[in-house]
C-alpha cells in the first residue's frame, strides 16, 4: 500500500489556518496569557529596547499583552506596515499607547504610514512574527504573501546575525513535524506557543 502523499504548502496553509480559526474566543483568551506568561520576563523580550510585533487575524495568537508589557516598561514598539508603492513591501512603524489604526486592503489595523517613525528591521532587537505553521527547527509557513521574506531576505547574504532575534508566534495546533523549506524562508530563531518554546538549534 502506498503512503498518502504529504499536503502541498497550500493544502497545509488551509488546514492549519482552519485549526486555529477553529479556537472558541475563550480559549484565544487562554492562549494569549499563556503566551505572555512565556514571553514577558524571557530575557529576550526583557533585553530587547525596539521590539515588532502584530495585531491578530484570522484565528493567530494574539501579543497585544505583550505589546502593552512592552510600552509599559518604556520600549520602542512597531507594528508592520504595508506599503502603498510598492504594493509587495512592509515597513515597520512606531506605535504609542492609544494611537489611532485604520485596517489595510487585508482588513489589518495598521497606524498610517509616517516614514519619520519608521525603523529599518535590521535595527530592530526582537521581530514577533505571526505564522500559519511551524516546526522545531526553525521553519515557518506563512499566509503566502512573502511581505516577511521580503523584509528579511538581507538576511540570506550573511553567514550569521545577532539582530534582529527572529521569533515565531503560534498555537500549539499549528505545530507540524518538517517543514519542506523554499529557497527565499528565512529561518526563525524559534517559535513560542502558550505552552512552549521551540528553539532552533
Known amino acids: 500500500m502506498t503512503e498518502p502523499a504529504p499536503p502541498t504548502r497550500p493544502q497545509l496553509r488551509r488546514q492549519l489556518r482552519k485549526a486555529r480559526r477553529s479556537l472558541t474566543p475563550s480559549q484565544q ?9 512565556q514571553l514577558a520576563q524571557h530575557p529576550q523580550f526583557r533585553r530587547a529596547r525596539h521590539v515588532s510585533l502584530y495585531l491578530p487575524t484570522d484565528g493567530e495568537i494574539d501579543p497585544r499583552l505583550l505589546l502593552r508589557a512592552a ?23 512606531r506605535i504609542r499607547p492609544g494611537e489611532k489604526l485604520a485596517p489595510n486592503r487585508f482588513r489589518i489595523l495598521e497606524p498610517r504610514i509616517n516614514p519619520a517613525r519608521q525603523r529599518r528591521i535590521w535595527a530592530l532587537d526582537l521581530v514577533l512574527l505571526p505564522l500559519v505553521g511551524f516546526d ?12 516577511y521574506d521580503r523584509s528579511l531576505a538581507y538576511l540570506a547574504r550573511r553567514k550569521s ?13 499549528q505545530k507540524v513535524g518538517r517543514l519542506a523549506q523554499a529557497s527565499w524562508d528565512v529561518p526563525l530563531q524559534g517559535t513560542v506557543t502558550d505552552k512552549a518554546w521551540y528553539v532552533a538549534q
Do not use: I
Request: glycine fraction near 16%.
Open 29 to 37: 483568551r487562554e492562549a494569549a496569557e499563556g503566551l505572555y506568561r
Open 71 to 93: 510600552q509599559r516598561r518604556g520600549k520602542a514598539t512597531y507594528l508592520p506596515v504595508l506599503s502603498a508603492w510598492p504594493r509587495t513591501k512592509m515597513v515597520f512603524q
Open 136 to 147: 522545531d527547527v526553525g521553519g515557518r509557513l506563512g499566509m503566502g504573501g512573502g511581505f
Open 161 to 173: 546575525w545577532r539582530k534582529p532575534v527572529l521569533l515565531g508566534l503560534a498555537h500549539e495546533c
